[in-house]
């Protein structure tokens, strides 16, 4: 954990008032008109979610590597917390990759709030946790090395506007890298501008 995260986050706590767990298919097809990658997104039930994400790994356990992987499936979980009786409310959206992250696309993140509420202004942050491999060379042969745990910090979201707040970053961006078990974690505290209730929005 770095220092500013403990320092800004250490002593918060409060009441879960909602959550909401979405489960998200990324397909990546190669279009021969642009000459480019075309990325969909499209939100599954978690039983198909599950179906597709074990006869993806199956299919990866078959042939030994990930290089023409087209699909990947994400969780997202979002919760909704009053902090005690100060007026503030906790915005916090978990992410795991249920399979590997395609390769050369960018990942973004992002969590709608309620027009009632204005963001407090420093409070947003993303946490992002993966396994990494690099290539060594041993002896004459090109080999994965041991894996080991990375922990990314963001402490100003790339997105702001009056309805949410987003961050992007990239991990796949490497070819002598690979990663997995890649998840995290985007939060930012806001207040109501005027009382009522402040709605969940994934």
Do not use: H
């Not at 078990?181 to 985007?186: A, D, E, I, Q």
Request: one cysteine or more; glycine letters at 8%.
């Amino acid at each position: 954990m770095s220092p500013e995260y403990a320092n800004k986050y250490k002593e918060l706590s409060g009441k879960v008032l909602s959550k909401d767990t979405k489960f998200i298919k990324i397909t990546k097809t190669f279009d021969p008109a642009t000459n480019n990658y075309k990325v969909t997104i499209a939100e599954e039930s978690e039983n198909q979610a599950m179906i597709e994400v074990e006869n993806a790994k199956n299919s990866v356990s078959a042939t030994g590597n990930y290089d023409y992987q087209q699909n990947s499936w994400i969780k997202l979980e979002t919760w909704l917390s009053s902090l005690g009786g100060g007026g503030e409310y906790l915005y916090k959206t978990s992410f795991t990759w249920l399979t590997q992250p395609l390769e050369n696309i960018g990942e973004y993140i992002a969590t709608g709030y309620g027009t009632n509420t204005s963001v407090i202004s420093g409070s947003e942050y993303l946490q992002v946790t993966y396994n990494r491999q690099d290539v060594i060379l041993q002896g004459y042969t090109w080999t994965w090395g041991p894996t080991y745990l990375n922990t990314d910090y963001y402490w100003t979201a790339n997105i702001k506007s009056n309805t949410g707040y987003g961050f992007s970053f990239q991990i796949c961006d490497d070819p002598t890298s690979r990663f997995s078990n890649v998840r995290g974690t985007m939060a930012f505290r806001v207040r109501p501008n005027i009382s009522g209730a402040i709605i969940l929005d994934a």
